[in-house]
């Protein structure tokens, strides 16, 4: 009986020690923007490094969403690719690396540009033939952004659109399904990230980024501050932020996560705009 007792409490210890090991750990979590979540994710896994009690989890579901789940508190940090809206003043942002957005089609695409005029004709059904733009005699394929979507937002206002003017034969959400899409398609058209872009082109992908406003798509143009559609990459978060949650946004900020910023292509948040 003795010896039973000693084997129940030398449990009820273990499962209490059990009980504080896990109490001990802290989690932080992250929604939002899928150009950033990319990112978001190296620096946390180097973050969980250097504090091994940490679990970090990233979601993406775009920059709406962010901000949705910063300010009802379901997530510690809203990831949004964008700077913030009037209407959403009551958020704090914190910049940690620039991107761009950038028009894309198949490599095998005779077209190696496109105006303004001819881009808003293709989203809103005006143009509907590669023949009328200089390409094959075959219909185009629009590829658009779903809503919530920080990249359809700054697309549309850079071109003057409205969504509901957009006559779209795809609707995709994060930019590796708008790559993929393009890329599995000679006759699509999309826009996504220039980071993500670049990056997929510099590992093979059958992708090319075209101008925008007769500025080449590249990563210097958008660190020059030449590059039309350039946007901050933000982590987001209430006044009410948790010290983890300020941790992160700091080291997320600083000089040691520089090299993970440019191995995604983004331009560091420090660089001269």
Known sequence: MKRICTVIASLMIAISLAGCS??????????GSSTVAPLVAE???????????VRIDVQTG????????????????????????????DLRTNTIAWDGITLILHKDNPVQSLSKNHIVDVYTGK????????????????????EGRSTLELFLKHFGLKNSEVNADIIIGDNQQGLKTVEGNPLAIGYVSIGAA?????NGASIKLLPV??????????????????RPLNLVT?????PLAKRFIEYAQSQDVGDLVQEQFFIAANANK
Not at 198 to 202: F, G, H, K, P, R
């Open 198 to 202: 670049a990056y997929e082109a510099e």
């Open 213 to 230: 406003d007769g500025v080449q798509a590249t990563l210097k143009n958008v660190e020059l501050g030449v590059f039309p559609i350039a």
């Open 43 to 53: 620096i946390a896994k180097r973050f969980e490094a250097l504090n091994p009690d």
């Open 62 to 89: 775009g920059s709406s969403r962010g901000v949705n789940d910063a300010r009802k508190g379901l997530a510690d940090v809203g990831m949004v690719s964008r700077g913030l809206k009037v209407s959403e003043a």
């Open 238 to 242: 209430t006044e009410n932020s948790t």
């Open 22 to 31: 896990q109490s001990s750990s802290e989690k932080l979590v992250l929604t």
């Open 127 to 146: 143009i509907k033939n590669w023949k009328d733009l200089g390409g094959v005699d075959s219909p185009i394929v629009v590829v658009n952004k779903a």
